[in-house]
């Protein structure tokens, strides 16, 4: 007479447990997704550290939402500075830095330089004279920049008593037109910057020009915005104690 083991309840829920407890890790590995992962529910201390990266999060799904305030900190700039891509500072007619993000310092404005020219030949003492060179305290080559003319409304440049831009006739809105230029200085066979110490990258000339492309002169000076785009990480110490000023 043979004895068969009789096959109780217990006795397969005590087999299945094994089967989970051996195996469950690699099933749930297997078969866990998106879907069922309820929001919310991962937190920091689930994701070991370094463990993400740039590769792991693809392009364009971050918003400015998906940011908590303050979490992404500028790195040695200086104060007020908003980071790479958004140094600016706005120059007046005369020259003079009035509003910045903070670096930026004038090396000469409209400068009446040495006369080196030739015995005999005329003066060259006025060659730099229609522009503005302006020390970035940092290495330009990464860098763009970006000018544009600020009108002026309340000035009357050239002195025709009309301040509201619509005289007609070229240059008759001294207040509202003109074109401007802008380079790094230092490019060897193409951009050469005359006074003294601005023929480096770490500076550029900007110069504001009537409409007709003529040198301004002390009444008609441009009035202008200047931005620096571009990677700022390599700004100098220098260019870091040099701090915001907002517009007055």
Not at 65 to 71: A, T, Y
Not at 224 to 236: A, E, H, M, N, W
């Amino acid at each position: 007479m043979s004895l068969r083991p009789r096959i109780t309840p217990s006795v397969v829920l005590a087999s299945l447990a094994l089967i989970v407890a051996s195996g469950g890790t690699a099933y749930a590995a297997a078969t866990i997704g998106s879907a069922q992962i309820k929001n919310d529910s991962i937190r920091s201390i689930d994701v070991k550290n370094g463990d993400l990266t740039r590769a792991d999060i693809r392009n364009g799904t971050l918003r400015g939402f998906d940011i908590q305030d303050g979490s992404i900190q500028a790195v040695d700039l200086a104060p007020g500075v908003a980071g790479e891509g958004s140094r600016w500072a706005l120059v007046d007619k005369d020259g003079a830095i009035i509003a910045q993000s903070g670096g930026f310092s004038i090396n000469a404005a409209y400068p009446e330089l040495p006369n080196t020219a030739a015995e005999g030949q005329p003066s060259n003492a006025l060659r730099a004279a229609g522009n503005v060179y302006v020390n970035a305290n940092e290495n330009l080559d990464d860098n763009a920049i970006t000018v544009s003319i600020a009108l002026q409304n309340q000035t009357d440049q050239d002195g025709n008593g009309n301040t509201n831009g619509r005289a007609s006739g070229p240059d008759a809105n001294a207040e509202f037109s003109g074109e401007i230029t802008a380079t790094v200085c230092g490019i060897a066979g193409i951009v050469a910057c005359a006074p003294p110490g601005s023929n480096q990258r770490d500076h550029f000339v900007v110069s504001p020009r009537l409409s007709d492309g003529s040198v301004t002169t002390a009444a008609t000076h441009k009035r202008f915005y200047v931005v620096i785009s571009g990677d700022s990480s390599d700004l100098t110490d220098a260019g870091k104690a040099i701090p915001a000023v907002a517009l007055p």
